[in-house]
């Protein structure tokens, strides 16, 4: 029965294994034939990628990975995570909006360094905070769950700007409120949902597929045009198969003792 238990898990990581490089190989001949005008966040005028691009590739990733598959099992470090997520995306979004770097690639650093240290604040605070905290967790999988839903579409599924904001709100809250009243479930999906989102948002930061630009679009970031491909479909897919690994598998590691977890 072990062994049994033991080749099943084995056999989901290797399926999400095998799902984030066929995501990546599929995409990745674009790497080659991008300019920046596709983009200027992660590469030269030559194609190549540049810090900015990769420091946040790898951090998306990695972030990504561990709201996806550990979240709930370490809640107290899912609930740092969300506040760095909420507080350092606002901070990056602000920046954008205020003062657009184009192909200043120094202060797109600068732009990821300011928002890394005030999202680490944001994280500390929800440590003190930790209802709010667990509330943005909901928030962060209500928040990815509509932008995967208006990925489905070249410009969004919902074309009005006013139409998208409200979409997108009205998922906020309701994750929000779902993650408080419900809690470990509620908890487990958004982590998994946003985990997943992040995950292949990071990913396409080298495979350049155009999925990155999903709630950059739908947020009307200066600059930031969201159309639809073959191989954006694929990170679509992939990241739903993902986001459905990720719940079965903090389902699993969270199964007893459940006081242990989420003291509310």
């Keep these: 029965m072990l062994s049994y238990a033991r080749k099943r ?3 989901a990581w290797l399926t999400v294994l095998l799902c984030l490089f066929t995501a990546t190989a599929a995409a990745a001949e674009n790497v080659k034939q ?25 951090a998306l990733i990695a972030i990504g990975f561990f709201f996806n598959y550990f979240g709930y099992r370490l809640v107290k470090v ?6 760095f997520c909420v507080v350092g995306g606002l901070v990056l979004y602000a920046e954008y ?17 300011i928002a890394a240290i005030l999202g680490a604040l944001g994280g500390g605070l929800m440590l003190f905070l930790f209802k709010v905290g667990v509330a943005l967790v909901g928030a962060l999988g209500g928040f990815a769950l509509a932008s995967w839903i208006l990925a ?7 074309h009005s700007d006013v139409g998208r904001v409200l979409f997108i709100v009205a998922f906020v809250v309701a994750g929000m409120v779902a993650a408080l009243f419900l809690q470990r479930p509620a908890i487990i999906v958004a982590s998994s949902v946003w985990g997943s989102y992040m995950l292949f948002v990071g990913i396409d930061c080298f495979a350049r597929t155009g999925f990155q630009y999903t709630a950059l679009a739908f947020l009307n970031t200066p600059g930031a045009a969201y159309i639809t491909s073959p191989k954006v479909y694929a990170m679509i897919a992939c ?4 986001a459905l690994l990720g719940v079965v598998a903090q389902f699993r590691l969270t199964r007893k003792p459940k006081s242990a977890f989420v003291p509310l």
């Design 9 to 11: 898990t084995q056999f």
């Design 34 to 58: 991008v300019g920046t005008e596709d983009g200027g966040l992660a590469l030269t005028d030559s194609g190549a990628l540049v810090a900015s691009g990769i420091v946040a590739g790898i």
């Design 78 to 83: 899912l609930v740092f995570l969300a506040g």
């Design 97 to 113: 909006k205020i003062r657009p770097p184009h192909d200043e690639h120094g202060r797109q650093l600068w732009y990821l360094g």
């Design 152 to 158: 489905m579409r070249s410009g969004g599924v919902i």
């Design 239 to 242: 990241m739903a198969l993902s």
